[in-house]
């Protein structure tokens, strides 16, 4: 009884490698002169850290790991992403049709998700260390938006 549950939950693995998650995996391009960086000029500091954290789910620049490829994960980490560029995507700063950036709102969300833990989201850098927000990251990332809110434009 035993292996043939075995067997079939096998069977079922590879059968489901095989239905696509949507949306599907994606890096749409992109015209990077309307991208973050070039529309808030970051510090360098600054930009490293938010590519190193934020990057993957927030921008059209994800990094797809290997098991992005497996299902059921994938379908997971697919839908992790779109949610992601949805709510703010940093590949896309400005939308098609601003000339200059005016969602100071968006901007400030930035610092608020950092200061209260909730971004990078706790099981992404589970998977990625190297997304954990250091006191000093946090620090150099809203004390910069701080600084930019205080004199927007």
Known sequence: MKKKLSIAAVALMAVIQFVPAAPQKSNPPFDAARGFEQVMMPPSEVAAILKRACYDCHSNETVWPAYSYVAPVSWL?????????????????????????????????????????????????????????????????????????????
């Open 77 to 153: 980490v697919q839908k992790h992403v779109a949610d992601g560029r949805r709510m703010m995507n940093f590949s896309e700063w400005l939308l098609p049709a601003e000339n200059e950036f005016s969602d100071w709102s968006g901007f400030e969300k930035i610092c608020t998700e950092v200061r209260t833990g909730n971004m990078p989201m706790e099981g992404y850098v589970k998977l990625h260390p190297a997304a954990i927000l250091t006191e000093q990251d946090k620090q150099a990332v809203c004390g910069w938006v701080d600084r930019k809110m205080a004199g927007p434009k």
